[in-house]
């Protein structure tokens, strides 16, 4: 196992109070050795469990500037991501009850609108594991990583139409070609550590990667990096980035920033020792 600090911190500033929802947490099989979450200015928090058994925390926002964070240190097996090439795609009828959500449309991934043209690229293929790398693969070949390139509005098919997209764009057309060979995937979105790879250059982020259903479970893929990656750490898992906002607030409010932690710098105390507003605020305001 291997030792992780993580966290999050959401700076908002806004008009009049206003409710949020965060999803920020790990989920369940994350190895949490210690946590802490922290408002300022202090805010009552409750949490809540979504149809998807992810834990999402509710607060209000108060008029004006506040910051809502997450800190812990978690454990994460020092392994790449299972695979076996011998699991099978499962024919329809085969799949077990709770998966069959996931071979349909939704509203980022409409698997019903790119149905020919998954057939048309894959379907001459065996289906099996390889057949799911394949696809992987081919959508990383297939789309530009562009930062910061897309926003809500962009789908999978404008993604598969025009080339590029970020992350979660890999993510949801990866899934709507898999569901449109009948093979049930979902949108999962987590921490994404720089594990015994190169350390990109760009601010920590967020990630959002596949799971895929073969044989008797689900599968991890990373369309993004097209590769076995260590260090996944879910979130959280749904249709598509639909089910999944790190952020849901119920108004407008200005997100003034965003700060993602998840590496294995862990010299200083973590949690920090100050989570105070002034003291996390790098603008110095």
Not at 177 to 197: F, H, K, T
């Amino acid at each position: 196992m291997r030792t992780l600090r993580i966290g999050c911190e959401f700076n908002h500033v806004a008009q009049s109070a206003t409710p949020a929802n965060f999803l920020v947490r790990p989920a369940g099989e994350g190895g949490v050795l210690r946590e802490l979450w922290t408002t300022d200015p202090v805010m009552p928090t409750r949490r809540f469990t979504d149809l998807y058994g992810n834990e999402i925390r509710r607060v209000m926002l108060p008029a004006g500037e506040s910051l809502v964070s997450y800190y812990a240190v978690v454990e994460v097996p020092d392994e790449l991501d299972a695979a076996d090439p011998s699991a099978p795609v499962l024919r329809p009828e085969e799949l077990p009850d709770e998966t069959l959500a996931f071979t349909l449309p939704s509203r980022y991934c409409q698997s019903d609108m790119l149905s020919s043209s998954a057939w048309q690229l894959f379907g001459d293929y065996p289906r099996d594991f390889e057949l799911v790398t394949r696809i992987q693969g081919w959508v990383w070949n297939h789309l530009e990583y562009r930062t910061g390139s897309t926003g809500s509005w962009w789908t999978a098919k404008d993604s598969f139409d025009a080339g590029y997209g970020v992350c979660r764009d890999f993510a949801h057309l990866m899934i709507s070609l898999c569901r449109a060979l009948n093979i049930p995937a979902r949108y999962v979105s987590g921490y994404l550590p720089d594990m015994d790879v190169p350390v990109l250059p760009t601010p920590m982020d967020f990630h959002a990667w596949v799971e895929v259903y073969l044989g008797d479970r689900w599968w991890t893929f990373d369309p993004r990096h097209n590769a076995r990656r260590k260090g996944h750490l879910p979130i959280g898992r749904g249709r598509d980035a639909t089910d999944l906002a790190m952020v849901t607030s119920y108004g407008a409010p200005w997100l003034r920033r965003l700060t993602v932690w998840a590496d294995e710098e862990l010299d200083e105390p973590w949690p920090p020792a100050d989570t105070s507003m002034a003291a996390r605020d790098p603008f110095g305001n």
